[in-house]
């Protein structure tokens, strides 16, 4: 059974800071790994999504890298804002359109 | 730009009542899921539909709920005898099959 897992579970950084994200799971034959963002009380909005045979997708200020083999993905926020903040969730899919288990989540408050 | 919907925002109901909560799904969509997330807790998986069956379901997703696409649009899940446990925020998804899955907003179920 796949279990996904995020560290750190809260973060807060200056705004204009760089950061990294941690997702890891347990079970490496993935199809697709994909980042999501949430406001308190919404929805899950998509930010990217990495397929197994890729290493890294961009998106704007966005990088997630993902390395099946050690069970790991990143996601790189660069030069944070406040309209960073968020929790940003991983969330891994085993087989095509299969269901995707979620991650705990990583709280990210951005202060000016 | 395309986006799923859910209706309604936010439903309050009582114990052992039935409830429907909607969707309309991405047009062109052709699997769709539904998940909840319990205040505090993980995103969890309840059931994928794909040509109008079943096609995963969690343990989560007893006797008590159901989904149906009723027309060529909408996709609901019904729960039939609600519980206090059941009060959580339920999200629709879709996707073509491969690729991103989009989330809707969400139906926050509050059960008295």
């Known amino acids: 059974k796949q279990e996904v897992t995020q560290i750190p579970a809260a973060l807060s950084v200056p705004e204009g800071e760089n950061l990294v994200l941690n997702c890891s799971f347990t079970d490496s034959a993935i199809y697709n790994l994909q980042w999501f963002r949430q406001d308190p009380g919404k929805g899950l909005t998509s930010l990217l999504l990495i397929q197994s045979s890729q290493r890294e997708q961009t998106s704007g200020r966005l990088n997630a890298s993902l390395d099946k083999s050690s069970g790991r993905s990143t996601l790189y926020i660069a030069a944070s804002q406040p309209g960073d903040s968020a929790t940003y969730l991983c969330a891994t899919e085993t087989g095509t359109a299969s269901k995707l288990t979620f991650g705990t989540g990583t709280r990210l408050q951005v202060t000016l | 730009e395309p986006e799923v919907t859910q209706t309604p925002s936010h439903q309050v109901t009582q114990m052992g009542q039935e409830v429907i909560l909607r969707c309309v799904p991405i047009?062109?969509?052709?699997?769709f899921y539904w998940y909840r997330q319990i205040l505090g807790q993980k995103v969890e998986f309840l059931v994928s539909f794909y040509n109008n069956e079943i096609s995963e379901k969690s343990e989560i997703f007893d006797d008590q709920f159901s989904v149906e696409r009723p027309d060529g649009s909408n996709f609901t899940l019904k729960i039939r005898s609600t519980k206090l446990e059941d009060s959580a925020m339920y999200f629709c998804?879709?996707?073509?099959?491969?690729?991103?899955?989009?989330f809707g907003p969400g139906t926050r179920l509050t059960v008295t």
């Open positions: 047009s062109n969509h052709l699997y």
């Open positions: 998804a879709s996707t073509k099959g491969f690729g991103e899955q989009y």
